[in-house]
């Protein structure tokens, strides 16, 4: 780990007689300043008619200080306010260069720099890492040509067709407005009430239901562009692209009630993980693809690639590996970097160019608006997080914030007076698809956007049988808070058009007595086949990389199984954590001390992915009268963990309730505990809960 500085109330800083701060001068520190750079003499009291007397409306150092305090908050995101980021590169290894001009997809080798934040949707900034949400993937890569944001999800598909309906989908997720809550959650009725009314939803339920938006780390999800674009080579031809991001670690989710904890023990799971990796000096890293195609086989898919509730599954187009992106820095400040930037999709190269799905045009618009009202300026392009690397030249000027001094007396074109000033190039500019747009104009939903139900169906034949349990039982839970029968009744409704099974199970666990009729489809369903790529378990990686072992420990553990485990897991790429009652350390059973980096009670097992227990017999006794360590054990156990025990972590086991199984592995059997802690025990899984 790098070590961080430490600041200037460390060590060095003691109380005065007074009570005052004093600190000791070091020759290297800057003088502290006002805005306007005057030296400050006191940054500790303001200015007073007297040391027990008012203060005094002269201090301009406590008026500059608080005003500026005061207006240091910019409004959040209206949706994915809550998002970490990093820096990075996107390099190509195949280039496209038959269908694009794009240089950032047709020069090889190249690094470009990228800029990727990650996001919950529903959430305020302040709000949880870990709810059941989509999350934000979205990339600015910061080309030759100019910005190309890439502003997608997690999950390829989107809830509505049309961006007229994106107030009202996102209204309803939010809290309700009368109460303020429940923050950060979909389980709630105005969200469920939306959905029930909205058939063409249904896609995007399956996915937000499915383990997928449950991820274990940000590192480890896919992103999707979600809407077809257009790719335009030099002869003007246009090919469809879909744009895919694909964890080279391999995709990981939580289990529900470990999702629910982990808000608890440790709000900031997703941001800390993704610092705690760039910190260690590690990397994220995502192979880039592409699903090409052309508008005669688009005319032959049993569906409307342009819309956005439709994914094309990897069977009818496969996906081309063509670059890989790497995160490797975490911002400097969070605020200039992680708040402040400002993505748009409408932030496209030469080469690369929109296609119509009605829900990206009303995107196009949408962005940059809302960063006039967020940012405040239309000069929010000049914040460096925003501005592009290329050289850049415009005729745009002034306005609030404006940072820029042009020179000169042209901000015009044409001009004649200034023959080095910027114009327009037929050649090199951004040109759009020629297409025949012809056809009759009104406010009317494609005919081929109809179907809702037959993608639906085709994701959840394609989760393995653990899945489409847990989408059961995500959708009892949601459903469960809600408090309108007959919302429950016509979700249930939809479900038994996806899946006739699917809708049973899921009455079943709400208790109804009676199953509410199906709904009636607009077309008849199509029985697409299942698509192998859908499944995420089925995709899962078993490995260790990237992946964090816990083990807990106490005054009397074996110091030599502990290093063994610990040089063990490292090798195979895992972070290791110990665990101890008192963050001091313990004192091992040859005598020596060991440093501890978490405390038990602030260090729970839904913080790993595996655990090992190295206690001596009396610790092991000991501990069973501890909460936090019989917790740790069975929610190890319980959110289907690989345990590694000794003799003394058996009391503990006894206390937990816990029958050992194929995943509860002896310590001193490193190999058999790391090959276990490569996966969830997936088997145990009916054994501990009673899924839908
Ligand atoms: Fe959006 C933010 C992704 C539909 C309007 N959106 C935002 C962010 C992501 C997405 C990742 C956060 C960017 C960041 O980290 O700053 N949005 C999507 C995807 C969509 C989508 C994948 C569908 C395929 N969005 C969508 C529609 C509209 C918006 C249809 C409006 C018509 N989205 C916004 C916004 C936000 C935003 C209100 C909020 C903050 C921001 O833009 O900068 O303009």
Redesign the pocket.
Known sequence: MKKRKQDDTGPDAHLGTGGELHQHAHAEHPPLTTQQGIPISDNQNSLRAHPRGPTLLEDFVLREKITHFDHERIPE????AR?S?AHGFFELTDSLSDVTTAKVLTEVGVQTPVFT???TVAGGAGSVDTPRDVR???VKLYTKEGNWDL???NVPV?F?QD?MK?PDVVHSVKMEPDRGFPQSASAHDTFWDFISLTPESMHTVMWIMSDRTIPRSLRMIEG?G??SFRLLNAAGESTFVKFHWRPRLGMQSTVWDEAVKLAGADPDFHRRDLFDTLDAGGVAEWDFAVQLFTQEEADGFPFDHLD?TKLIPEELVPLRVIGRMVLDRWPDNFFAETEQ????PANLVPGIDFSNDP??Q??L???L???LS?LGSPNFTQIPVNAPKCPFAHHQRDGHMQTEQPKGRVNYEPSSLAPDSPRADPNAGFKSAAVDEGGVRGRVRAESFADHYSQARQFFISQTEIEQSHIASALVFELSKVEHVHVQQTIVGHLRVIDERLGQRVADGLGMDKLPPAAHPAKPVQKLPPSAALSLIGNAKDTLEGRCIGILMADGSDGAVISALKKAAQAQGARVKLVAPRVGGVTLADGKHQAADGQLAGTPSVVFDAVALVLSEDAGRKLCREAAAVDFVRDAFGHLKAIATDAGAQALLQAAGIEPDAGVVRADDVKAFLKAATTRQWVREPKVRTLA
């Open positions: 995101r209206i949706v994915h998002g980021a934040r990650f996001s934000g993937f979205a502003v997608g999800n989107f509505i961006a994106f999707f979600v809407h956005p930037v400002a993505f748009c829900l990206l009303g995107r618009f949408s962005y608006d809302t960063q967020r």
